[in-house]
Nanobody
Framework: QMELLESGGGSVQAGGSLRLSCTTS????????VGWFRQAPGKEREFVAA????????WYGDPAKGRFTISRDIAKNTVYLQMNRLSPEDTGVYYC???????????????WGRGTQVTVFS
């Protein structure tokens, strides 16, 4: 099975930036869709962004549009989420997610990381 590990979360002032990373353990992202979901306390899980590894085709949820950029580094087998102009509404746990085969960009795949906390304060 695919094992995912997130990093890069932290605490940042509103207007600041963070870069999240997602890597695999003992595998590669070839043939996968890889992306990010987030969940704030007491809120529903929310789609943030995803990318098809082999085609380098990104897709963004509404909260990410114009502020976040998802990208991949083949050599490092890593997916990044660059988050700019952060606001308190972006606070939550960000989970890396991956799906093998045909899968809609905003539909969760079966593989999840444990999450990394993002806190944005004003």
């Amino acid at each position: 099975q695919m094992e995912l590990l997130e990093s890069g979360g932290g605490s940042v002032q509103a207007g600041g930036s963070l870069r999240l990373s997602c890597t695999t353990s003992g595998s590669t992202f070839t043939n996968y869709k890889v992306g990010w979901f987030r969940q704030a306390p007491g809120k529903e899980r929310e789609f943030v962004a995803a990318i098809r590894w082999d085609y380098d085709s990104p897709w963004y949820g509404d909260p990410a549009k114009g502020r976040f950029t998802i990208s991949r580094d083949i050599a490092k087998n890593t997916v990044y989420l660059q988050m700019n102009r952060l606001s308190p509404e972006d606070t939550g746990v960000y989970y890396c997610n991956a799906a093998l085969g045909e899968n809609l960009m905003a539909t969760p795949g079966r593989y999840w990381g444990r999450g990394t906390q993002v806190t944005v304060f004003s």
